[in-house]
């Protein structure tokens, strides 16, 4: 649930710094976008530190290279961070890591069903953990991918 923690925290206090006026933050789904981000890079880091045998140990067994998928994994996830950011990039790399929620539900049901702890915790059990991916889709669906109106993407014109 950390990575939740994570979000809401870093779209709250992007909100905030968005009313006391940096424009870039202003609308909600720019705070998202940006607590999307810094979530999946607080994720990815798990990936390349202390945690990564745990985090090996949710690759299913059918799947080849459990090392190699969790170096490539991270990597996805702090390029799909980054793209985020970039309004350019915006719209495919919210696509991208769309797919890739999906794509890694497997391993997040494999380590429920198989007991698999992260630092010594048990991992998300399934029901919340699909929920949480939903929400993960979800947002970034409505943050990056769906039109927005002046209100809610861009910053606020200038009151003098």
Do not use: K
């Not at 999307?36 to 530190?49: D, E, G």
């Not at 202390?50 to 090996?56: E, G, K, L, Y």
């Amino acid at each position: 649930m950390a990575p939740l923690i994570v979000l809401v925290v870093v779209a709250l206090v992007a909100r905030l710094i968005g009313y006391a006026g940096v424009s870039q933050l202003r609308g909600w789904a720019a705070c998202t976008r940006l607590a999307l981000a810094v979530m999946l890079c607080f994720t990815a880091a798990a990936h390349f530190n202390s945690m990564r045998p745990d985090i090996i140990a949710m690759v299913p067994p059918s799947v080849p290279s459990p090392e190699f998928m969790v170096t490539f994994t991270g990597i996805c996830e702090i390029l799909g961070a980054v793209g985020l950011l970039v309004p350019r990039t915006r719209r495919i790399a919210a696509a991208a890591l769309i797919v890739f929620m999906l794509a890694v539900l497997p391993a997040n049901i494999h380590a429920a069903q198989a007991g698999v702890t992260l630092r010594g915790a048990p991992a998300t059990p399934i029901g919340p953990r699909v929920a949480l991916q939903g929400l993960f889709i979800v947002l970034l669906w409505w943050s990056a991918l769906r039109r927005h109106g002046p209100r809610n993407d861009r910053p606020a014109p200038q009151r003098g």
